[in-house]
C-alpha cells in the first residue's frame, strides 16, 4: 500500500467527512509505521488558528473488522481519560482522542471500502525510532507497565480479538512452517540460514502459551505492539507522554508488552540493520527497561510473571523474526517495506538478537534477580 497512492484516490472524500477545525492546507504521509497508512494533517480557521490531526487508513486486510477495532479503542480511550483526569493529567495529551464524523461516528468506510479515522495530533511531542539514553528507556517501560496497571479493571471479556492469536507463538510458528513449504516465490533458497535457525527452536515456541494454558500465568489486559515508536515523549520534559497505536489491545500477557519493548529497543542496531556486528541485545538496556516496567507495574505482576521476563524477551523476539521471515517467504504482503529484502534484512536482526540473548541468558535472568531482591 503505497501513501502517496491512498492520498490521490480517497483522502479527500475522507476528511470531508469529519468534524475538524478548519481547512486543511497541507497534508502529508507521516511516520515510520509498518501497519497503517497515516498522514499529518494540518489545518488552519478562519481566524488564522493552526490545528493538527493524524488521519489514518486503517489497514483492513490486517484488521479484518476496523468496526469493532474502533469499538474498542474508543472504549479504552474513553476509560484512560476518566483515570487520568482522576489523576489530575491533560487527557488530550497522555491518550489518543479520536476525532469523531459529522454524524458522530468514529470512523468512515469510504465508497471504495477502505477505513479511515482521526486523532487529535499531540503536538509538541517525539517519537523515537531508537533508544537514545537509558533513562528515556526507563521512562517508556515505566510508562507500558502503568499502562497496563491503568487498564487492570478493565473488563476484558468485552475487548474484540483484533488479530486472532496475535502472540501464540507456536501458531506463528506453523504460519512460519507453512510459507516455507509453500515458498510462493522461490525464496526459500535466499533465507536457508535463517529456516534453519528458526527450525532449531520450534521446541521453545510453547514456553509462555503452556504456563498461560496451566493458568501459571495470569490474562491481562494488554497493549502487545509496545515498541518504542508507538510512545510519544514530551517535546519540553522529555518524559514518556502518551500511549499510542492502540490496534491490539487485547487480552494477552504481561511478557508480551515486556518482551517487544526489548527487542526493538534493547537492541544495539535498528530494527532493518543489515550489518549484523552493530546488532546485540545491550544489557544496560535491559536492566533499564526491567526497572523502570516494574515499577511501572507497581508490584502487580506475579513471581512466575517475573521469573519468565527473559523468556518473554527472548520469545518475542524471535516470535516477530518468524512474522518478518514468513512475510519474506509469502511476498512481503503484511509489513510495509521500503527496500528489496527488507523483511529479510528485519528477520535476520531478530535472530542475531535472539542468539546474543542465549548467549547473555545469565546475565538477563542476574539482573531480574537482583531488581527484584534488592
Ligand atoms: P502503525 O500502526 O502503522 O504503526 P501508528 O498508529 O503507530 O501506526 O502511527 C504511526 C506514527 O504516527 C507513530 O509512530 C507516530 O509517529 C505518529 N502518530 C500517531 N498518532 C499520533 C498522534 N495522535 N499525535 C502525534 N503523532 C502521532
Ligand atoms: C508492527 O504497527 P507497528 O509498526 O507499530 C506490528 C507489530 C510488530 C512491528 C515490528 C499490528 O507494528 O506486531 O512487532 O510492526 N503490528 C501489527 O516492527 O502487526
Ligand atoms: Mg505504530
Known amino acids: 500500500m503505497n501513501p502517496e497512492n491512498t492520498a490521490c484516490a480517497k483522502i479527500d472524500e475522507a476528511i470531508a467527512q469529519f468534524a475538524i477545525e478548519g481547512k486543511v492546507v497541507e497534508r502529508r504521509p507521516y511516520g515510520n509505521g509498518h501497519i497503517n497508512d497515516t498522514f499529518l494533517l494540518v489545518c488552519e480557521t478562519p481566524q488564522g488558528k493552526r490545528k493538527q490531526y493524524i488521519l489514518q487508513r486503517m489497514n483492513h486486510s490486517i484488521f479484518k473488522n476496523p468496526p469493532l477495532l474502533m469499538e474498542n479503542l474508543t472504549s479504552v480511550t474513553e476509560y484512560l481519560r476518566k483515570i487520568i483526569l482522576s489523576a489530575g493529567g491533560d487527557p488530550e495529551r497522555e491518550t489518543l482522542n479520536v476525532v469523531r464524523t459529522k454524524t458522530g461516528d468514529c470512523y468512515y468506510q469510504d465508497t471504495g471500502s477502505n477505513y479511515w479515522r482521526i486523532f487529535l495530533f499531540i503536538e509538541q511531542t517525539i517519537c523515537l525510532e531508537k533508544v537514545e539514553s537509558a533513562g528515556d528507556f526507563y521512562d517508556s517501560a515505566v510508562a507500558f507497565g502503568n499502562f497496563q496497571k491503568m487498564l487492570s479493571d478493565y473488563p476484558a471479556d468485552t475487548l474484540h480479538e483484533t488479530i486472532p492469536n496475535f502472540h501464540n507463538t507456536p501458531s506463528r510458528f506453523r504460519d512460519f512452517e507453512r510459507a516455507v513449504s509453500e515458498d510462493k516465490l522461490g525464496r526459500a533458497a535466499m533465507a536457508q540460514k535463517e529456516i534453519a535457525f528458526a527450525l532449531e527452536r520450534k521446541a521453545q515456541t510453547t514456553a509462555l502459551t503452556d504456563l498461560l494454558a496451566a493458568g501459571d500465568l495470569p490474562l491481562r489486559v494488554t497493549h502487545n ?88 524477551a527472548k520469545l518475542m523476539t524471535f516470535e516477530c523474526g518468524l512474522r518478518f521471515l514468513a512475510d519474506f517467504l509469502e511476498g512481503d504482503v503484511y509489513f510495509k517495506i521500503h527496500r528489496e529484502g527488507h523483511n529479510l534484512d528485519r528477520a535476520r536482526t531478530q535472530f542475531k538478537l535472539v542468539a546474543d540473548m542465549e548467549k547473555k541468558w545469565d546475565e538477563m535472568t542476574g539482573i531480574v534477580n537482583k531488581l527484584t531482591h534488592c
Open 225 to 312: 505492539d509496545t515498541k518504542l515508536n508507538n510512545i510519544l515523549f514530551d517535546a519540553e520534559t522529555k518524559k514518556a507522554l502518551c500511549i499510542i497505536d492502540l490496534d491490539t489491545v487485547m487480552p494477552g500477557l504481561s511478557l508480551y508488552d515486556f518482551g517487544d519493548s526489548i527487542r526493538f529497543g534493547a537492541s544495539t542496531g535498528a530494527e532493518d540493520e543489515q550489518d549484523l556486528s552493530k546488532v546485540e541485545l545491550d544489557l544496560s538496556l535491559f536492566e533499564a527497561f526491567t526497572r523502570g516496567y516494574l515499577e511501572g507495574c507497581d508490584g502487580s505482576l506475579t513471581d512466575k510473571e517475573i521469573e519468565m521476563l527473559p523468556m518473554g
